[in-house]
């Protein structure tokens, strides 16, 4: 059998990169795929997109795990992948990741990530991925079984950033089987800006030492498995003295911007409690400012993606047996479907109404 994959896309104004990511999801090779996305207030066109070239469109908050839960909640695929929307995935992502799933017999898989967009940041951004894409300390999953997320909650909804990173952890503290697919992902990032990096640190910091308490020595063992990679990797750094560079002096602005977060975080009351339960549906948060989320949202200034993807043949076509659109919430549009044999960086911040438009996760 097929197994139907749900592809769960959370938004917030993403009109710059918005219909690449669904386009390019439409056109998978998989057969079987439900494309849902999860709209937060936009104001920029992104939900007239979402109507028209997503299967289920809803509309949900505050940040971006609640959106992805809230997919996950109305999804009917039996795995289910999680894009942000400045992200493309080449035609094959899908079905490469749910082949190498399938054949390991795990639980999640890892997709690898290039970035793409204008400027020195950016080039330095994507060289740092490059060399991290192989370590197996930092490998994210983003193809995860359905039934594993709705077991144990989730996303958490008290981290906003590195709720990647917690799955992540969750899993392998729970030997849970995560292999490396073989597909690629563009992370169309625009121009990244140092002052837009240190905004949108300084707010997933805010949930960092909530994170640190879940997770005891996560964050030395990530630290590590970076320093792992760049030794690893010390030839190809070399060959881009600059960049390798700008890379040291981004990863200094970043974590003064996280250790600035925390504190901030700690002072207003954020991240104080240590969660009950790591099960997601429940936030023991305070709230960032308003002013915070906005300023965290302007991480790059804005521009076309390096290569918006054409519209196919394949964009349009009918998919995969989905949900009956009586499970559909009201206030959602659910696009009809038929039998066919044949996408924001948010790391930690806690109880936010609001998330930034990518997140970065290392």
Known sequence: MTPLVSVVVPTRDAGRTIEACLRSIRAQTWPALELIVVDNDSVDGTWAVAERLADVALRGGPERSAQRNLGIDHAAGAWICYVDADMELSPDVVERAVVAGESAHAVGVAIPEE???????????????????????LRW?????????RDTGGFVPWLTGTEDAELHRRMVGAEVPIVLADGLILHHEGRLTLAGLARKRRYYGRGLLAYRRAHPGALTAQARAVARAAWRHRHELLAEPAVAAGIAVMRTVELAAYLTGAVAGRHDGGGQERPASLATRSSSSAPASSEDRSRARTDTVDGPPARP??????????????????????????????????ESENLPATGSSSHPSRGDHT
């Open 309 to 342: 993807a054409a519209p196919t043949d394949t964009a349009d076509r009918p998919l995969a047996v989905g949900k009956n659109s009586s499970r559909v919430a009201p206030g959602t549009t659910h696009r009809p479907r038929f039998e066919t044999s044949s």
């Open 115 to 137: 970035s793409v967009g204008e400027g020195f940041w950016t080039r330095c951004r994507a060289l740092e991925r490059r060399c991290l894409r192989d370590e197996p300390e």
């Open 141 to 149: 999953p983003r193809l995860v079984r359905t039934r594993y997320l």
